[in-house]
């Protein structure tokens, strides 16, 4: 079966779409096949990061404009990506269940897909709630900013007490040391623990890296224009951390 990871934040510009477009490209390097959704139905950006230019998108599919095989196009690495335009709004009045209808619908659409990466909006939105119950993972990016980790405590607050999500992984972004990703990691689970009872997983911090900002200004990602940069290796040894998950 195909393996759905969410990519969210409590906070927006915190670094998912950077997150979900390496991790897809990292896996897709490493031999699995992979498909990458941008969800952020607000702010979509997965096409400009990594500079492509679809015909079609997401809300031509929820029109009944375009079937799912029409929107779909090829990223780095031979993997998928289905577009969406910003500030759609259609897409944020589905139901849940047309929500995971989608999910399921993309995920079945080609058999040699391993992982379907959805890279949603930030905050506590009906879809994005919609978008991470349906996943198997949820991947919370969380950075240096106060708002940042109580944000993210809302949404996983939310997550796990009213839609029964269980399995959440925290990424550390644009931190300056690896001290400062653990210390944003006990800040996070810390409360979850204590009043969720929730226990999370620290997946990865990723450095502060101007080589990063550069390869969103080539669009391209990271993990392919700058490989050995400090944020390409983190991402790369990010990705391999989830492909190794059960
Ligand atoms: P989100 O999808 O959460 O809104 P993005 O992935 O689009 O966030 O990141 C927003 C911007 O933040 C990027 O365009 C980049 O300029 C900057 N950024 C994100 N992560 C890093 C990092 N690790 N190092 C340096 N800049 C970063
Ligand atoms: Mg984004």
Redesign the pocket.
Known sequence: PVKVIAVT?GK??????????NLATALASQGRGVMLLDA?LG?A?VDV?LGLSPRKNLSHVIDGEASLEEVLVSGPEGMHVVPASSGTQRMAELSHAEHAGLIQSFSELSHDIDYLIV?TA?GISDSVMSFARAAREVLV?V?DEPSSITDAYALVKVLNRDHDVQRFHMVA??VRSPREGEELFSKLSRVTTRFLDLTLDYLAA?????A??KA?QRQRPVVQAFPGSP?GRALTDLARRVDQWP
């Open positions: 934040s927006g510009g915190v670094g998912k779409t950077n997150v979900s477009v952020d702010l950006n990061v890279d930030a990016v950075c972004n644009r990723i450095p502060e890296d101007d990063l900002r969103v944020s």
